[in-house]
């Protein structure tokens, strides 16, 4: 089992910054591909980024191609989500997500990740 628990939300106007960590305890960290996903109330839940186990390959949604970076310390156990220039449409819980096997094929879709944190919530003010 891993355990997910992300912080770091909050209200920030547009244009303004936040960074959110997901620490992870339980099984070896380093061997999970980490993501962020994102649900608006009433949507559907969207990949946000992914990194794999390395540190080597990341991947963005197209939303947020040039805001966002993701990165991990696995000497942590942490993931981490720096969100720049922030939109309204940025608004949404953020969840944590922990999978293995990752290609790029699959690394997008919420089905690919075995456990999940309970999300935090960012709120971007127009």
């Known amino acids: 089992q891993v355990q997910l628990v992300e912080s770091g939300g909050g209200l920030v106007q547009a244009g303004g910054s936040l960074r959110l960590s997901c620490e992870a305890s339980?099984?070896?960290?380093?061997?999970?591909?980490m993501a962020w996903f994102r649900q608006a109330p009433g949507k559907e839940r969207n990949f946000v980024a992914a990194i794999t186990w390395t540190g080597v390959s990341r991947y963005y949604a197209d939303s947020v191609k040039g805001r966002f970076t993701i990165s991990r310390d696995n000497t942590k156990n942490t993931v981490y989500l720096q969100m720049n220039s922030l939109k309204f449409e940025d608004t949404a819980v953020y969840l944590c997500a922990a999978g293995g096997g990752m290609t790029i094929a699959t690394v997008t879709l919420v089905g690919s990740y075995n456990y999940w944190g309970q999300g935090t919530q960012v709120t971007v003010s127009s």
């Open positions: 339980g099984r070896t960290f380093s061997r999970y591909s």
